[in-house]
Structure formats: structure tokens, C-alpha cells
Nanobody, 116 residues
């Protein structure tokens, strides 16, 4: 069973920064991709950023230029650096690891709140 533990959420003022971490219980290269999703109240969960095993990244249009996904393979950890945060970024952020298509693991989520 894979465990993903997120951390780093919190309350920040608009324009501020946070860095989320997702620590995996096994080698992150065992996954074809890892990503960050978010879910705001009353809305569907949406992709924020992802990184494939080969290092290709993808971002939601709403976060391009502000968020950066990265990984530390020695620590089996994926990060999401979030800069220039806006109130519309308020959500619970989830880490997802895709083992193979159709087999996904999710973390418990971490709350991000941005005050205006």
C-alpha cells in the first residue's frame, strides 16, 4: 500500500508564497507520474500541476508562471512551490501518484487559504 503525506498548507496573505510537500512511502520513480490537484468548496477536483517519470511537467493555465512542481528523488518527495497566491487559489490540495493508468494513490489533502 502506498502512502502519500502532504504538508505545507496554511494561511497566507494574497501575493504570498507557500511550498507544499508530498512524501511518498516508496521510490517516486515507481510511478509514471505524480501531480497536485485541488478542490475548492462546491467545485470538482482539478489538476494543478504534474510531472512524469521522465520529468515532463504540465500546469493548469490558472497557475502557469506562479506555481512550480519539482521533486527530490532522494527524499521521494514532490513539491509544489506556489508564489503570488490569490484568493482563487483557496482549496484543499491533494497529491496524486499514478502507478499505471487507472491505478492512482491519493494523499489526505492539505488546506491552502489566501486572505485578501
Amino acid at each position: 500500500q502506498v502512502q502519500l503525506v502532504e504538508s505545507g498548507g496554511g494561511l497566507v496573505q494574497a501575493g504570498g508564497s507557500l511550498r507544499l510537500s508530498c512524501a511518498a512511502s516508496r521510490n517516486i520513480f515507481s510511478f509514471v507520474a505524480m501531480g497536485w490537484y485541488r478542490q475548492a468548496p462546491g467545485q470538482q477536483r482539478e489538476l494543478v500541476a504534474s510531472v512524469t517519470r521522465s520529468g515532463n511537467t504540465d500546469y493548469a493555465d490558472s497557475v502557469k508562471g506562479r506555481f512550480t512542481i519539482s521533486r527530490d528523488t532522494a527524499k521521494n518527495t514532490v513539491y509544489l512551490q506556489m508564489n503570488s497566491l490569490k484568493p482563487e487559489d483557496i482549496a484543499v490540495y491533494y497529491c496524486r501518484a499514478r502507478q499505471i493508468p487507472g491505478v492512482d494513490y491519493w494523499g489526505q489533502g492539505t488546506q491552502v487559504t489566501v486572505s485578501s
